[in-house]
């Protein structure tokens, strides 16, 4: 089994109309745990946010380094709703596991198209168990896009693997009318593929394969 820990953030969201608020603001459907998108007005990715219903609250977890574009992000747009949101990080970890992982106190664990998600209190200890080198062989190999790698502020969903958190027939959010023409007219630009090495550009360099985003022919 391997477990590697992701440089993340937690923030918790309260309030009656959490889930109404995200799914206004993001690609997938949320109207529970899931995996979704936040776009600005060019569909362009804020981050790739897990949506993890806990108890009448919700955790949203995303990539440390785009945290704070992410909460000016919802803060702006927080108008008459019952919403109200805390940054928690500082209280917990966050892992990624290979392999299927049982929950217990003081560990959420959702299963993600990346693996297992889990979300630890400070107060459980765990190790990762995989090296960066070996995170991102599994990702190669199973073409498993990450933040600041393939997933940046400079592509939209349909360019770095995520295509299938886009919901086909969502209503209106951020973004949606760039992707919706995209997706209508079959042409969404540059995708993520696999390629062998040596290779002189990469998203993400493996040992025997490496991920790039390329125009296909």
Not at 61 to 72: C, F, M
Not at 104 to 129: A, K
Request: proline share 2%; with cysteine.
């Amino acid at each position: 089994m391997g477990l590697f820990q992701l440089d993340s953030y937690v923030l918790l969201l309260s309030g009656n109309d959490g889930l109404k608020f995200l799914d206004g603001l993001s690609t997938n459907k949320v109207s529970g745990t899931c995996t979704t998108v936040f776009t600005d007005q060019n569909a362009k990715i804020i981050d790739m946010v897990d949506v993890i219903t806990v108890g009448q609250n919700i955790a949203l977890v995303g990539h440390a380094d785009y945290k704070d574009r992410l909460i000016g992000h919802l803060s702006s747009k927080i108008l008459q709703q019952d919403v109200i949101f805390r940054d928690i990080t500082p209280n917990n970890k966050v892992y990624l596991s290979t392999e299927q992982w049982i929950a217990s106190d003081g560990v959420t664990v959702v299963q993600t198209f990346r693996g297992w998600l889990l979300v630890v209190s400070n107060t459980i200890h765990l190790e990762s168990t995989m090296t960066l080198e070996e995170f991102n062989d599994y990702r190669v190999e199973n073409l498993i896009p990450h933040q600041g790698h393939e997933i940046t502020s400079n592509v939209h969903p349909f360019n770095c693997g995520l295509e299938h958190l886009v919901h086909e027939s969502k209503g209106c959010y951020i973004g949606q009318e760039i992707l919706t023409r995209m997706r209508s007219r079959n042409k969404m630009g540059k995708q993520l593929i696999q390629i062998q090495n040596p290779t002189e550009t990469a998203t993400t360099r493996g040992t025997t394969n490496s991920l790039d985003i390329r125009k296909i022919n």
